[in-house]
Structures are given as structure tokens and as C-alpha cells.
């Protein structure tokens, strides 16, 4: 497994994989916000590339790990009620995640909390923001369960508890280097949701399609958008060396979801090849750049103590 090689290369992983997340995010959440088409740049504040709920949520998710020594749902509705900014317009939370994250904020229980009425299809910001699941869990088996527990805390619907937990198989595959083009035959393999499996089972014969053709063969529904994990799955399969790409892929046919959809085809590319070919001075104009290095930091040596090796 990954995090058992040299320390720096360990802390260069996870923080690869969590930079990622956020620089898909950064790219994709000015086209979710006005639903349009991909620029070269996001949302500037002070001067940086703003951040969304999915980095939020996931930097948040890395710490609960760090600090319960693995997955607690009551102190991580705890983390988001207490420092989720849903007031921010730039967090760009979902409805449904907010309303979610609200009611625990006033004193009722996660579980609870989570009957939202208003999902409106797919809201895959849990799935996005599971990747810290993949880097500390060194079991497949147990990353899985773990990225549907994280996922429960705000939905009530199985299919974005499924998504969550094959977005993490996934990243465990790339992290020991599964060639892309296999992926989604083991995911269709471990997808429970006949959508999502129907979804995974298309992708072997997209990944040279033309984007426009490969949207509309993503889509659940004919004339609809792409599935936001199946759009993120073939824009990492087009351009699994290069998280830039793959992220402006995602996001440029998954409009409503492009947040959401940039942040996995980044985090799978930063996985797979690092971040190699992205500019050090546009990783550091990243808003969250600082703490994700603080949180690549806390899961490394949490991983290691935890799993009984002292760094």
C-alpha cells in the first residue's frame, strides 16, 4: 500500500490526491455556479482560487480521521455543524447537503437530519469529498463500507452511498496503479446500482469517443447530463497523466455537476501520476493549498499510528 513507503513519498501522495480534489473543484465550480462553459480561471479571493463544499467537506473528513484514528459519523456532523460555511455563496453547497447540515446545527441527530426532501437527482458531493477514505483505510473492503458511513451523514439515498463507496474503490485501484482502461470493468463488477453499473459498463468503449458523444451515452436519462461519476471516470480515462485535463473534461459535460464531477477526475489523475504537470504557482494559488497541507500531514501520521506503525 502506498502509505507504507518513505515518509515524504506517503505525505506527497495524500497530498497529491487531496490537491487535486481541490483544484478540480476550483475549475469546475464557476461552471456548476452559472452553468456555462469552462474558462481558464476560477474564482478569485484575495487573490486565490476560491474553494467549494466538496474540499470543505473532505479536509474536514481527513481531520475526523486523523482524530478519531478512523470514521466517527457523530463528531463528523459534529465538524460540519460547527464549521461547514454554508453562509458563504462561494461554498456552493447543495440544498439538500445544507438543509442536512442546518438541522444537525440545531441540535437534531444526523440521521435525522439527512430527510431532506429536495435530493433533485444525484447530488454527488459526498462521493467527492470520501477521497481521505481511500488514503487512510488500507483495506479495500473496509474504505468501501467506510465511504458509505461518511456519505450517510448528510443523504438518505442509496445511490449516492453507492457512488460514494465505488468513487472510493476506485481510488484505492489507482493508487496501486490499476491501468485506466481497467477500472470501470472492476467497478461494473462492484456496482450494486443497476444504473451505476449499466453507466460502468459503458465506459470501456467511450474513452476515444468524441466528448460530445460520450456525454450524451453518460447521461441516465436520454437528452439529460452525465452521470457526475461516470463523467469523471471518462474524463480521468482520456487524460489519466494530466488532472488539469481531466478536470476540464469532467466539468465541461457535467455543467450542473461540474464541481462536483472536476473534483474526482482530478483527484483519480493526481492518484494515478501525481500532480507532475500542473504549475507549483497555480497549486499555490489554491485558497485551501495550506490546509491541505496541514490535513496530508495529520492522516499520514494518524495512518501510521493507528495501523500500529509509529512514524
Same mark, same amino acid.
Given at each position: 500500500?502506498?502509505?507504507?513507503?518513505?515518509?515524504?513519498?506517503?505525505?506527497?501522495?495524500?497530498? !497529491?490526491?487531496?490537491?487535486?480534489?481541490?483544484?478540480?473543484?476550483? %475549475?469546475?465550480?464557476?461552471?456548476?455556479?452559472?452553468?456555462?462553459?469552462?474558462?481558464?480561471?476560477?474564482?478569485?479571493?484575495?487573490?486565490?482560487?476560491?474553494?467549494?463544499?466538496?474540499?470543505?467537506?473532505? %479536509?474536514?473528513? &481527513?481531520?475526523?480521521?486523523?482524530?478519531?484514528?478512523?470514521? !466517527?459519523?457523530?463528531?463528523?456532523?459534529?465538524?460540519?455543524?460547527?464549521?461547514?460555511?454554508?453562509? !458563504?455563496?462561494?461554498?456552493?453547497?447543495?440544498?439538500?447537503?445544507? /438543509?442536512?447540515?442546518?438541522?444537525?446545527?440545531?441540535?437534531?441527530?444526523?440521521?435525522?437530519?439527512?430527510?431532506?426532501?429536495?435530493?433533485?437527482?444525484? $447530488? %454527488?458531493?459526498?462521493?467527492?469529498?470520501?477521497?481521505?477514505?481511500?488514503?487512510?483505510?488500507?483495506?479495500?473492503? @473496509? *474504505?468501501?463500507?467506510?465511504?458509505?458511513?461518511? /456519505?450517510?451523514?448528510t443523504h438518505n439515498s442509496s445511490h449516492d452511498a453507492e457512488a460514494a463507496r465505488l468513487y472510493v474503490i476506485a481510488l484505492h485501484h489507482t493508487l496501486y496503479?490499476?491501468?485506466?482502461?481497467?477500472?470501470?470493468? @472492476?467497478?461494473?463488477?462492484?456496482?450494486?446500482?443497476?444504473?451505476?453499473?449499466?453507466?460502468?459498463? $459503458?465506459?470501456?468503449?467511450?474513452?476515444?469517443?468524441?466528448?460530445?458523444?460520450?456525454?450524451?451515452?453518460?447521461?441516465?436519462?436520454?437528452?439529460?447530463?452525465?452521470?457526475? %461519476?461516470?463523467? &469523471?471516470?471518462?474524463?480521468?480515462?482520456?487524460?489519466?497523466?494530466?488532472?488539469?485535463?481531466? &478536470?476540464?473534461?469532467?466539468?465541461?459535460?457535467?455543467?450542473?455537476? /461540474?464541481?462536483? *464531477? &472536476? *473534483?474526482?477526475? *482530478?483527484?483519480?489523475?493526481?492518484?494515478?501520476?501525481?500532480?507532475?504537470?500542473?504549475?507549483?504557482?497555480?497549486?499555490?494559488?489554491?485558497?485551501?493549498?495550506?490546509?491541505?497541507?496541514?490535513?496530508?500531514?495529520?492522516?499520514?501520521?494518524?495512518?501510521?499510528?493507528?495501523?500500529?506503525?509509529?512514524?
Amino acid at each position: 500500500m502506498p502509505l507504507l513507503e518513505v515518509e515524504d513519498n506517503a505525505v506527497e501522495l495524500i497530498r !497529491n490526491v487531496l490537491l487535486g480534489t481541490a483544484l478540480g473543484e476550483a %475549475l469546475g465550480l464557476p461552471v456548476a455556479m452559472a452553468g456555462g462553459s469552462i474558462g481558464s480561471e476560477a474564482i478569485l479571493v484575495n487573490g486565490l482560487y476560491a474553494y467549494g463544499s466538496v474540499t470543505e467537506m473532505m %479536509l474536514l473528513l &481527513a481531520e475526523n480521521l486523523a482524530e478519531n484514528c478512523g470514521f !466517527n459519523p457523530k463528531s463528523y456532523a459534529e465538524a460540519l455543524a460547527k464549521r461547514a460555511d454554508l453562509e !458563504n455563496p462561494l461554498r456552493f453547497y447543495h440544498p439538500a447537503t445544507a /438543509a442536512a447540515i442546518a438541522g444537525i446545527r440545531r441540535g437534531e441527530p444526523w440521521w435525522k437530519a439527512r430527510e431532506q426532501p429536495f435530493q433533485n437527482g444525484p $447530488r %454527488l458531493d459526498a462521493a467527492a469529498r470520501a477521497a481521505p477514505i481511500a488514503l487512510f483505510y488500507r483495506s479495500q473492503r @473496509v *474504505a468501501a463500507s467506510m465511504a458509505e458511513a461518511q /456519505a450517510l451523514v448528510t443523504h438518505n439515498s442509496s445511490h449516492d452511498a453507492e457512488a460514494a463507496r465505488l468513487y472510493v474503490i476506485a481510488l484505492h485501484h489507482t493508487l496501486y496503479r490499476l491501468d485506466p482502461g481497467q477500472l470501470p470493468l @472492476v467497478l461494473e463488477d462492484e456496482a450494486q446500482d443497476t444504473l451505476l453499473r449499466e453507466l460502468m459498463a $459503458r465506459l470501456p468503449d467511450l474513452a476515444g469517443e468524441p466528448i460530445d458523444r460520450a456525454a450524451k451515452l453518460l447521461a441516465p436519462l436520454p437528452g439529460g447530463e452525465p452521470h457526475p %461519476l461516470a463523467a &469523471a471516470l471518462y474524463a480521468y480515462m482520456r487524460s489519466p497523466e494530466n488532472p488539469l485535463e481531466a &478536470a476540464r473534461t469532467a466539468a465541461g459535460i457535467a455543467v450542473g455537476s /461540474a464541481d462536483t *464531477a &472536476a *473534483a474526482m477526475a *482530478a483527484a483519480l489523475a493526481a492518484a494515478y501520476q501525481g500532480l507532475r504537470q500542473i504549475d507549483d504557482i497555480l497549486l499555490e494559488r489554491l485558497e485551501a493549498a495550506e490546509w491541505v497541507e496541514m490535513a496530508s500531514h495529520q492522516l499520514y501520521n494518524a495512518s501510521r499510528i493507528c495501523h500500529g506503525e509509529e512514524p
